[in-house]
């Protein structure tokens, strides 16, 4: 079993609905990671949060807007999305931030969220 | 700037057959991270190594091996005796951690084992 949950596994969503993805690690973690994947890509970075501060957004659209409620949730709202926004989302988490030090995995990924906008 | 290459975008083999993954990097810093994630059809990201750029030692686990060459910048994984289960997705993946919280994924290469 994956140590970071992320639900649902899977979302159809219309261009004018309001869902969120959601992220859970129990790890002690304080950093934590939104990626986004397309098909047959690699992960791509979208935000990190760093002790529930938001550290870091790759020029992500506005329709994407992340929360980090506490050490051990994240999650991504979304709204007015567009079908290109379809993708795998994935979460993951890390011991810290910045500073180079890792646990043994370094980062661990959730299983992702298949996001499909229609 | 960081980045990581894999050149290879889809290896098909034969089960029992070794196959070699290759993977070449790039970074100015002198402090970084370097990993093997595995990707399967049900999309989890597989965490398989993490290397330092301090340890150089060849890696070895259970059928899988590592081999880290500083001096050309690369970090290949080798699975012997390939088994149908190893088809997947492999992503090398490179990260310096005292400039930057991101993880650098390479293109990932598509293993496929038949049996």
């Known amino acids: 079993d994956t140590e970071v949950t992320q639900t649902p596994k899977h979302l159809v969503m219309g261009m004018t609905n309001k869902k969120s993805l959601k992220c859970e690690q129990h790890?002690?973690?304080?950093?934590m990671y939104w990626y986004k994947q397309k098909a047959k890509k690699p992960p791509e970075l979208m935000f990190v949060?760093?002790?529930?501060?938001?550290?870091i957004n790759e020029s992500v659209p506005s329709r994407f807007s992340p929360e980090c409620p506490n050490s051990s949730l994240l999650n991504l709202h979304l709204h007015a999305l567009q079908p290109e926004d379809s993708a795998l989302y994935l979460c993951?988490?890390?011991?810290?931030?910045?500073?180079?030090?890792?646990?043994?995995?370094?980062?661990?990924f959730g299983s992702g969220t298949r996001l499909t906008v229609v | 700037a960081q980045k990581v290459t894999q050149a290879q975008t889809e290896i098909s083999v034969v089960e029992k057959e070794d196959v070699t993954l290759d993977c070449v990097y790039e970074?100015?810093?002198?402090?970084?991270?370097l990993f093997w994630y595995k990707q399967p059809p049900s999309g989890e990201l597989v965490f398989l190594i993490r290397?330092?750029?301090?340890?150089?030692q060849n890696e070895i686990s259970g059928r899988y091996s590592w081999n880290f060459q500083k001096s050309t910048s690369s970090f290949n994984f080798t699975i012997t005796a390939s088994q149908v289960v190893d088809s997947a997705v492999y992503f090398c993946?490179?990260?310096?951690?005292?400039?930057?919280?991101?993880?650098?994924f390479g293109t990932g290469t598509r293993l496929q084992v038949f049996p």
């Open positions: 993951a988490s890390s011991q810290v931030s910045g500073t180079g030090t890792f646990m043994d995995r370094g980062y661990t």
């Open positions: 790890m002690g973690h304080r950093a």
């Open positions: 949060y760093s002790y529930e501060k938001l550290s």
């Open positions: 970074t100015r810093d002198t402090t970084y991270y």
């Open positions: 290397r330092n750029s301090f340890d150089e």
């Open positions: 993946a490179l990260s310096a951690p005292y400039n930057t919280d991101k993880l650098i």
